[in-house]
């Protein structure tokens, strides 16, 4: 018999013991069989919205769970492709987020003559202005026209300056001095400063004015002008209007604009989705294959990442999103795989060359934190021989393509053993395919998935059975990550009263949820993103391997107490940019109600207590606090930081 | 120092008599005799690599190991800052070159955990809780701070939006993220919000509102009064903000005794010599903005810097580095015996480095972190370091 039902018959035993009558047996039933869906809700879900504890009583929670592990059966809300429809970013592939919004925006990547002069020379010219010494340079360069070597002394790199006469030096010295002032006149034409475009009146207004007064400076802008001034004032005069914030960020910052739109897409996610697990779990495994968005071009790289070699496999095999992961180049960057090289001893080095070598760093966090977990057991020299079967996993062309290529240029060919496996020399790619096989399939992987899975949904302390039997469906389905999950709903651990209201929300569970309970509408969510930095959690920003914890001990501070009592203030005052509460919605009633509003419960006694204390408390001087103000009392409740 | 007793003590009573000192200053009055030694722990996370932060120019091998991302010699184009003829300072840490002259900054070399884990999170976390090895419960900072019969809300505070493990335990300590924006908001709810988090049913969220609401208390007092370092200290970046707060909350006479502070971004797999060089200056700008902030308190004050372990003696094929094991500390105060370089070097020969690839480690870290803990706080540190005895003094302190 499933735990659902098990617990619903020995409640109504319990109740009809003790009931005075029917109704009270009814009443009780209704109550356990609520709590039970609230928990269902708080757990595979980013807060209950007020209607989704209607929905779940209607349908009955084992079909829910089963609606939710299959969301293609699930109805999308409408609402959220109309959210995510202007982010056009989402859409695009690598190649072409480098190529619309490369590093240094298009307008300013100004290429002059001399960029091109040296790729113009003939072979043994380049060469031996490259690697020749002094004198054999000088008069190489003394062989070419004039405009010629004007050129090449501008573009040239330092090596082919170094020890060359005066009089030479002194040419390149002018030669890069001309062409940097042409290089400043086309900057300014471009992007001319703010000072050539407003009177410094107007400038005062867009930086300290009103909304008003800023909206209306910019509308009496003629066509022309009004994009470059949109471009030369700092993005903090700009951002708080969502449509100027993005215009500026895309036209100044493109990658950082890629990056908010990815941000967005997952705040909306998380809101609005009706696919709830789903969300849920991509930000699981987001998290246990962290990618740090602030290391260097990889931001970009971001969205792929998530919606290629994330989203696709959450209900999947492990092995496949494992793979996935190990594959994208947002990965290789991040823990610099694709950097990593053999140390070939028996190819040549031209003088001054230094060929890179081995990085294990890869190696490493694949086994410590993707796969075996830091007990696993694994060594020093398994490390080392992971690294070396995934050189050659490298990036195609980083800066323009940024496509996953195999380079067995750079790969180890030798043989290697890793955790007792022999890889036979000489088999290229395949050997990062074997480790990717050899590590889904281990035990050890299985306990470990299944921990951290149990850490997320269960208790941050999972118990050893459920793991254990989590880990036998996993090794049983190879790495099905579906049957694991089904495994763990149906377990009678996960139903437990002991575990209910157990877990700290994490600052993103926490934000999110408390907007879901108020049926709050988020237009913009640059703010909320913010605030949800504030709180400890910038998405997309953990900088270690390790990505954000699983567990409660990660959240509870003084800091997390008072920054949640103020998101909480702020958020019911209508204080926060981009989100409307709809106080309506409150008038109801008396705190207890709205407090049972908001939990889908009726609050813990000692914060039922707190609040009769102190309803009188207004802050127009009136008996009893404002509906809003309860709201946020009740969202910054030790109830309300609890799933 | 007698003015500064003096007049908190007059101002207190002075107060206290009109009824209206606010508590903790009247508390922070009648301690008066004996002034409060300080200690401060800066974590830098990621593993830093020790042997470019402080260099053994004087050996050949590093050079030798490092011919991309070695430091040159002193003397040469950005060079090492000599030190005492056998290790220099990154050039990066000019800063700190005056107070290491003028013997109030002390370096230990070849120092770390006994531990051979190599995994960030692992060593962080045992170093953190002082028990290598294995995990503890709480944190050393933590277990170094005396039981006290009414303790101050900010005695043990740690800058960040998270208290570190190594604050962690059964002294409560506060996280702060930032002293002017650390009060309740809706002024009218702060109460309901105090007795709601002081019955709730949950330990944890109990523990942590209590100690949130004393702490608002207090940081708002003291933000009352605007502030400005002292003596033209210039702090450098997030690092630099951390420490002024710091300086901030010490000065404020509000009963600190343990702070914490960490650093990110040390994890130099690739191209290491420009990340490093800028780190550094933050780093080193701000611990000097610390010191000449602090002014003639750092007699009472000492600030120790760690890192979970050091690097790879070679470098990797990114010219950046990979984990290590021993690293170097850096201890800075007026009680501290500076201008020397403590520990027993062991060598980068390849037989003398750790498992043929590290620099080996000949002092535990809980050598120096105890002999802070019983020297300088006068705490015994059995309880703090538990089934640890240190083997020999290093003598960091004067007496």
Not at chain 1, 169 to 195: F, G, N, W, Y
Request: aromatic share 8%.
């Amino acid at each position: 018999m499933r735990p659902w039902t098990f617990a619903i018959a020995a409640a109504a035993c319990v109740a009809a013991s003790t009931a005075v009558g029917h109704g009270a047996a009814r009443a009780d039933q209704k109550l356990t069989r609520d709590r039970q869906i609230v928990h269902v809700l708080n757990r595979l879900t980013f807060g209950a919205r007020p209607e989704d504890v209607e929905q779940v009583r209607r349908i009955g929670i084992e079909k829910w769970i089963d609606l939710q592990l299959h969301p293609d059966r699930v109805v999308e809300n409408p609402q959220l492709a109309a959210k995510l429809e202007p982010l056009a970013t989402l859409h695009l592939a690598m190649w072409q987020l480098l190529d619309q919004y490369p590093a240094v925006p298009a307008a300013l990547n100004i290429k002059l003559p001399s960029s091109r002069a040296f790729a113009m020379l003939p072979p043994a010219q380049a060469s031996r202005l490259m690697y020749c010494a002094a004198d054999e340079r000088e008069t190489t360069l003394a062989a070419l026209d004039p405009d010629t070597r004007k050129l090449i002394l501008t573009g040239a790199p330092p090596q082919v300056l170094d020890g060359l006469s005066e009089p030479t030096r002194q040419e390149a010295t002018a030669a890069r001095k001309a062409e940097d002032e042409q290089r400043q006149q086309e900057l300014r034409r471009v992007r001319p400063p703010l000072s050539e475009l407003l009177t410094q009146d107007q400038i005062r207004t867009m930086n300290r004015g009103t909304l008003a007064e800023k909206t209306a400076l910019l509308d009496s802008l003629d066509p022309a002008k009004r994009p470059l001034v949109v471009r030369a004032l700092p993005q903090q005069a700009l951002n708080e209007v969502p449509a100027w914030r993005r215009e500026a960020l895309a036209a100044n910052q493109p990658q950082q604009f890629v990056h908010s739109e990815l941000v967005e897409q997952k705040l909306y996610r998380a809101l609005y989705s009706n696919r709830q697990l789903e969300e849920v779990l991509v930000d699981f495994w987001m998290n246990h294959f962290n990618v740090f968005n602030g290391k260097g071009p990889e931001r970009v790289l971001l969205t792929s990442f998530e919606r290629d070699a994330i989203r696709p496999h959450v209900f999947g095999r492990f092995h496949d999103l494992l793979l996935a992961t190990a594959r994208h180049p947002a990965m290789l960057f991040y823990l610099d795989n694709w950097q990593s090289q053999s140390p070939r001893e028996d190819l040549p080095t031209p003088p001054g060359v230094r060929r890179p070598g081995l990085n294990e760093n890869y190696g490493r966090e694949l086994m410590e934190l993707h796969t075996l977990g830091v007990d696993g057991g694994y060594t020093q020299a398994d490390v080392v021989a992971v690294a070396r079967a995934f050189t050659g996993w490298t990036i195609y062309d980083p800066q323009k393509f940024a496509e996953f290529q195999f380079n067995p240029g750079v790969h180890d060919r030798r043989e290697k053993v890793v955790l007792g496996h022999v890889l036979p020399a000489m088999r290229g790619e395949q050997d990062g395919l074997d480790v990717i096989d050899i590590l889904s399939r281990h035990p050890s992987t299985a306990r470990f998935i299944s921990k951290e899975l149990a850490q997320r949904f269960v208790a941050d302390d999972p118990p050893p059975a459920l793991v254990g039997r989590m880990a036998a469906t996993f090794t049983r389905t190879d790495g099905d990550l579906r049957a694991v999950l089904e495994t763990l709903f149906a377990s009678p651990e996960f139903a437990a009263d002991a575990v209910r209201q157990t877990k700290l929300k994490s600052p993103l569970e926490f934000a999110v949820s408390a907007l879901r309970a108020l049926n709050a509408d988020a237009t913009d969510t640059f703010a909320l993103a913010q605030r949800i930095a504030d709180l400890g959690e910038p998405l997309y920003g953990k900088i270690e391997p390790t990505g954000y914890s699983n567990t409660s001990d990660a959240w509870t501070s003084t800091a997390s107490v008072l920054g949640r009592i103020n998101f909480a203030s702020a958020l019911t005052a209508g204080q926060i940019a981009g989100v409307t509460v709809d106080r309506a919605r409150l008038a109801a009633a008396d705190a207890p109600a709205i407090a049972r509003g908001l939990l889908n419960g009726p609050a813990s006694p000692s914060t039922l207590a707190a609040l009769q204390r102190g309803d009188g408390v207004d802050n127009k001087g009136k008996k009893g606090a404002s509906p809003a103000t309860l709201a946020a009392v009740i969202l910054s409740s030790p109830d309300f930081q609890r799933r | 120092m007698a003015t500064r007793r003096y007049f908190l003590r007059a101002s207190a009573l002075a107060m206290a008599g009109v009824g209206i000192a606010p508590w903790w200053l009247v508390r922070a009055a009648a301690q008066g005799g004996g002034r409060r030694k300080i200690l401060v722990a800066i974590f830098q996370r990621g593993a830093a690599d020790g042997l470019n932060i402080v260099v053994p120019f004087s050996e050949k091998r590093y050079y030798e190991f490092r011919p991309t991302i070695a430091v040159p010699e002193p003397g040469k184009p950005n060079g090492a800052i000599d030190l005492d003829g056998r290790f220099g300072f990154h050039p990066s840490l000019q800063p700190l070159k005056t107070l290491w002259d003028e013997g109030r900054l002390a370096v230990v070399e070849a120092v770390g955990s006994p531990d051979p884990t190599r995994s960030h999170f692992d060593a962080q976390d045992f170093m953190e809780s002082g028990t290598p090895g294995r995990l503890a419960e709480d944190g050393w900072m933590n277990r170094a701070l005396p039981a006290a019969a009414d303790p101050s809300p900010l005695r043990a505070i740690a800058i960040g939006t998270q208290l570190p493990r190594t604050l962690r335990g059964s002294r409560s300590a506060v996280a702060v993220n930032g002293l002017e924006q650390f009060h309740v908001r809706n002024q009218q709810t702060a109460g309901i919000l105090e007795s709601m988090y002081a019955t709730t049913a949950d330990a944890r969220l109990m523990t942590s509102g209590r100690e949130t609401f004393e702490a608002v208390k207090m940081i708002e007092a003291i933000t009352k009064a605007p502030y400005a370092p002292a003596n033209g200290a210039q702090y450098a970046g997030e690092f630099g903000r951390s420490l002024q707060q710091i300086a901030r909350l010490i000065k404020a006479d509000v009963g600190v005794e343990a702070a914490f502070a960490d650093i990110n971004g040390w994890d130099h797999h690739s191209n290491e010599a420009p990340q490093m060089t800028q780190l550094l200056q933050q780093f080193g700008a701000s611990l000097a903005a610390f010191a000449r902030d602090m002014g003639d308190r750092m007699e009472d004050i000492v600030l120790v810097t760690m890192s979970e372990f050091g690097r790879t003696a070679r470098e990797d094929g990114n010219s950046g580095t990979d984990h290590g094991h021993g690293n170097v500390m850096t201890v800075l105060g007026g009680a501290v015996r500076g201008g020397h370089v403590y520990g027993r070097w062991p060598g980068l020969e390849p037989e003398q480095l750790y498992e043929g690839r590290d620099l080996a480690v000949t002092t535990d870290f809980r050598d120096v972190l105890g002999e802070l803990v019983a020297g300088h706080l006068g705490q015994p540190i059995d309880r703090v370091f538990p089934n640890y005895k240190p083997v020999a003094p290093l003598g960091l302190l004067r007496a």
